[in-house]
């Protein structure tokens, strides 16, 4: 198939809303030495249109994250309908990624700094047997996890607080570190155990360090009331490691 080139039209804007397996990937954002799910969306990108355009992802998904809902907005001048996009797309990208729907959105629309918030899910398959489906889905963490307790320590995270002791401070954070939490539950369904977490925004590594530090009070490491001194610490060493990042998962983005 050649690529269908477009002569001057007017510019478009074009919500693209996909779901991807992040296993083989490095992440959202293109790296030098590295496959990024970026990377492989534009040239499916340009072999439908043939062109350069300019591509804003909602977020920073990290190496080995998965996506359920990404967004990306598309500046483009070419002609095809959204329908036409959204199949073309699916043709040319792997197996591991997929558009669910392609739309128009006005020119000052930004998949980012649009975004009102987003929703991450981390899976954890608690159990002492490792289960082989879920490899690379889900966090095998074979110790017991007190949900209720979890669900309740989870709380102190609810709120607007400052999250510089949840956060990988690197040159991608700067400025204000505060954040607003809407909601915080774990759950558990037989040996799966998912957190959910809902916030206006979120900082590098954030879930990932929140789930740990909870990990370590399922572990008696820290007390289950630990959360309101490491928040106001404002240390990055007071808080639980970073949990692996094969259980985490972008699920909604909210504009």
Not at 48 to 54: E, K, N, S
Not at 100 to 129: M, Q, T
Not at 156 to 171: A, E, P
């Amino acid at each position: 198939m050649q690529p269908i080139v477009a002569g001057d039209r007017p510019m478009r804007n074009i919500l693209v809303t996909m779901a991807y397996d992040g296993r083989r990937y490095h992440g959202w954002q293109i790296q030098e030495n590295a496959l990024a799910v970026q990377q492989v969306f534009q040239e499916a990108l340009y072999r439908v249109t043939g062109a350069g355009v300019d591509i804003k992802g909602c977020s920073r998904t990290d190496s080995g994250v998965h996506a359920n809902m990404y967004c990306i907005s598309v500046k483009t001048s070419h002609s095809i309908p959204c329908e036409r996009l959204q199949a073309a797309l699916n043709r040319f990208l792997p197996k591991d990624m997929a558009v669910f729907s392609c739309k128009e959105v006005p020119l000052d629309f930004h998949a980012r700094y649009s975004c009102i918030g987003k929703e991450y899910l981390y899976k954890i398959w608690n159990d002492p047997v490792r289960n082989p489906f879920l490899d690379g889905y889900a966090y095998h963490y074979w110790y017991p996890l007190p949900v209720e307790l979890l669900h309740k320590s989870a709380q102190d995270y609810v709120g607007k607080h400052d999250f510089t002791s949840f956060c990988t401070l690197d040159h991608r954070e700067r400025g204000n570190l505060e954040r607003t939490v809407k909601r915080f539950e774990v759950k558990r369904e037989g040996a799966l155990v998912t957190m959910t977490v809902e916030a206006d925004g979120f900082l590098y590594n954030m879930v990932r360090i929140m789930v740990g530090t909870l990990l370590r009070i399922a572990q008696g490491k820290f007390p289950p009331d630990a959360i309101p001194a490491i928040l106001q610490a404002k240390d990055r060493s007071k808080a639980g490691p970073t949990a692996q990042a094969c259980g985490l998962y972008l699920n909604r983005v909210f504009y």
